[in-house]
């Protein structure tokens, strides 16, 4: 998945979308965009978008410390937790470095995005907060087709990752704000 | 406590205690219900409907997932829309089964205020309007209740309720909101007028907060002009997220922007950056305009609006170097000020002198059916007008309106009997307006909320209380309904069928209204079946000849069983091809289309623009001697006091959905933002308690320090400090913005203020 910062107006559609099609609890997330005001070096102001939410590593630490592989990558690459095989250790909401993990109030198993895995993809549909997103800040897609709009997107416009130096590979890609002095 | 547990086990719970000490629960409230009658059952296939979270009426369509939730997104056959919705939209289904929402009719038992209700049957409220209203048609005359509706559907059915009841002191929301903007499209351009914003590549933004205060449609169309590199100029005494996404950011004094335009366009006419062609064909008055801006010149206004000079010049320059893709947004709201009409006139005026009208990237005519077929010749297939049931003639009324439209020296004259000055309402109910003759004594309220939407809050519940009735249709008791002797019980627009609508943009478009995705939770009821069955109680139901809504909407359509079809099917159906009138390949695809339009083209190849463009109003001339522009200091504050403004916040609308669980999990204590300079002089810090305070009201906050506002400002989100405590998430969190502002009515807009002088202190 792609977040643009630049065509993202946290405006939380996202965030509600996915609470809605997911069931999340009120008093937990999957998925929140932070909005923060920046003072640029040139004087300027601009907002910052952090969209807080698995980053669905490909060297994935969660996925490392699970005793029981309850969690797990799938076969499209996306992080999941099966229920059924979680003792409730915990260790993976310790080992995640995004903090993209919480413990659902009602099943007490870790929980977190799965981009719409069990609701949506399986009907052949983008994820909830794809689908919604206004102005269109979120692309998703197949990064092995090289035919795939993310790689279209992901060729065309300059992307970074979080915590890039930790390994761990995510699979959120994120465009910097232009308004910070990068342009792509 | 809600946001600890699961929306499910808090239902349980709510309604578990509720049977057991029988009081925690508001009465007539969803989680008063009986945890059986709860159940929703719905359509698990996407219904296509309109959303109503907030005025937008996004498309949007719904599925159900029985007995699990349901998922909203936007109508993806909607391409101006492109299948979005916002997150207000998102919460839909959080409204329509929040257990404070408002399933049954309920009754005042105590003051007006105290919250003190029981539950009644719909007979039992029926007969109690219906006893009212006689009482008050017989000691003061039926004209002396006004009726309030929303605008849009409710319109449709409480507006006929009233007239036939003998009231023509009808209303909508519009004077707390885009009416000025309405009048001046009126008394400009004769007509309704749209911004082509995703073509244009220059654009001047007055706080027309889009990426807050969303319409999908609009904020895709800014994203995408400046995703093609268009210049976006936010002139917003705010840093809101227009201002940073705009090209360029200037923190314009707040309520000065009239002077602004009003330098713009002597740029515009002194420079020669007119398009004096297309002013010489299609406008009027321009000699007049050129004499009234003459004395506005950039140097002497900027020390109004605090943009330098040059910058308005050099705006004024690119602005007309861009034409015809250019765009100066006439906006939305901005810092209401007492000039609201000159202010939208004056910005449309400088699109019609660069002759950015009827082009890609420039303003346009809204094309409703009527308009479009015009340019049809006789063998053209015409585009469908929709129908409406015959009704009796409603009972004339002799006396004038309060706000004398429809006489002839009215200053309101411009505005439409339906929409109405709203804002007036107040004041006559607690005064004879002069040349009125008459006191309010009823006022009748279909999803409207004034307490929170106008401005000067106790003047607004001082005329409640004043009031013989007050009734309230609400989905919620919300602060209007707070004061009501009766609550009546509406669907949520998942619950309920709506009649069809006809509109126009580039080409006539149709839309289904809303479609129902769920069966009515409790005893809820529409719009059109309230309205009607108030007035067969009442033996006015000749008024309403239509069974249900579906009977009403086969009468709207006639025979065209197609467009019935369509619209139900898909949302929304559309006639023709778009047509612009000044843009050559717009026009040979529209004569391609329908031949023998070929008549309607003149020597250039584009078709003349139906009316001249007025650059001076004789009518306004008339009646109020301002049919030229002039720009009229007005004292908004004391020198020892700051601006207080207000603004959208993306994740709540207006006095409407602040109490929606999700929505207000998101922000649900709004700070006020002020200067850092500002603040360390008060010695305020970050996250202090604040209190805001004028002559008018004390509002209880906390402070958000930030650069993002002027130094001589403080910004407030709206729709905060809720006063119904039966909105019990929402109630007292906040600044209430309205009630600090002056309880103004503008001339001739009919507008409230939305500047005003406060002083911060910390609490």
Redesign the interface.
Known sequence: MVHDN??C?????C???C???N?I???VYRLQVWVK?E?YPNG????EYHRQSCVHCENTPCVSVCPTKASHVNEDGIVLVDNDLCVGCLYCVAACPYQARYVH??TKAPDKCTFCHESRLSRGEEP?CV??????ALVFGDLLDPKSKINKVLSERVTYRQKERLGTKPKMYIVPNH?GGINS | M??????R??LKLSSTAAAVAGLSSIPGTLGAMEEAKKQYKGNTKFTPSICEMCTSSCTIEARVEDG???????NPADKSR??????????G??QLYDPQRLVKPIMRVGERGEGKWKEVSWDEAYTFIAKKLEDIKQKYGAHTVAFTARSGWNKTWFHNLAQAYGSHNLFGHEATCPLAYDLAMDDVFEGGISRDFGKAKYIINLSHNV??G?V?SY??QY?DAL?HGAKVISLDPR?S?MA??ATE?HPIKPGHDLPFVLAFINVLINENLYNKKFVEKYCEGFEELKASVAEYTPEKMAVECDIPADTIKRMAREFAKAAPKAIFDFCHRVTLTPQELELRRAIMMCNALVGAIEQEGGYYLNKSAAFYNKYLGENDPKAPVLKKPKTPAYPKVEVPRIDRIGEKDSEFFLCKKGNGIVTLVPHAALNELPGVGYKLHGWFIARNNPVMTQSNTENVIKALKAMDLVVVFDIQVSDTAWFADIVLPDTTYLERDEEFTASGSKNPSYGVGRQKVVEPIGECRPGWRVAKELAEKMGLGAYFPYKDIEDYRLQQVGDNLDLLAKLKATGSASFGVPLLLQDKKSVAEFVKKFPSAASKVNEEGTIDLPHKIKLFSPELETVSKKGALHYEPYKYKEADELYFINGKS??RTNGHNGNN???N??LDDAAVWIHPKTAERLGIKNGDKIEVYNKYATQKGKALV???VREDTVFAYFGFGHISKDLKRAYGKGVNSNSLYSPLVSPNSGMNLHVVGVKVKKA
């Open positions: 630049n065509l107006i946290g405006c939380q559609a965030n509600v979308a609470r809605s099609e069931k609890p009120d008093s005001q003072e300027s102001l601009g907002y109030p009602v909830a689908t919604v997103c206004p102005t269109e308004k | 809600t946001q600890m547990l699961s929306r086990s808090f699990k939730g349901m998922f909203i997104r936007g492109g299948g979005k919705v916002c997150a207000r939209g998102s919460s289904f959080n990426f807050e969303i999908i904020a895709r994203m995703a840093f997220t940073a996404k950011w993306a994740v669980a999700w929505l999990n998101l930030t650069k993002g």
